[in-house]
């Protein structure tokens, strides 16, 4: 593991939607996923309000695939009860209908996990340092390795 990478990441809905609405193609965050799942040095973090995003999700994209690549990334998770301090101390980076992104912060402040994605509603609280977050294609540019584009 490269100095700096974090061990430690929270995987957004919006990563595990990029890559199973279209299973045929095989994007690179798809390829993102399935190399997450292969390292055994980098734990996935999560909570419940994750996991039933990512199987509501599985439910609506239907192919088989999608049940699976949910079902391997629970797996894996270490699934953090949030504790309420944390939640609060996000809490005014997000507005009133964004109590779940508002977790998903939380829980990367209480674990110390990077968040990966490119929801542009989790500026504010990145920009102010409370966590570290990185968009999807950052993600992608230093974790998948090298193919040619």
């Known amino acids: 593991m490269a100095e700096g990478e974090p061990r430690l990441v ?3 809905a919006n990563v595990f939607v990029a890559a199973i609405k279209n299973p045929s193609r095989e994007t690179d965050t798809y390829r993102l996923l399935v190399h997450l799942l292969r390292r055994e040095d980098i734990r996935l973090v999560s ?3 994750l996991v039933q995003e990512y199987l509501r999700y599985a ?4 192919p ?5 690549v949910a079902a391997a990334l629970v797996q894996k998770m270490d699934i953090v009860r949030v504790e ?8 005014p980076y997000f507005s ?3 109590a779940t992104d508002r977790v998903h912060a939380a829980t990367c402040l ?4 990077i968040l990966v994605s490119s929801d542009r509603d989790f500026d504010p609280v990145a920009t102010a340092g409370i966590v570290r977050r ?8 230093r974790w998948l390795p090298r193919v040619r584009r």
């Open 96 to 98: 009133g209908e964004n």
């Open 47 to 49: 909570n419940s309000l």
């Open 10 to 12: 929270l995987l957004d």
């Open 110 to 113: 209480q674990t110390g996990a």
């Open 64 to 68: 088989p695939t999608a049940a699976a």
């Open 134 to 141: 990185w968009t999807v294609a950052d993600a992608i540019r």
């Open 84 to 91: 309420d301090r944390f939640v609060s101390a996000c809490a």
């Open 59 to 62: 439910e609506v994209f239907r």
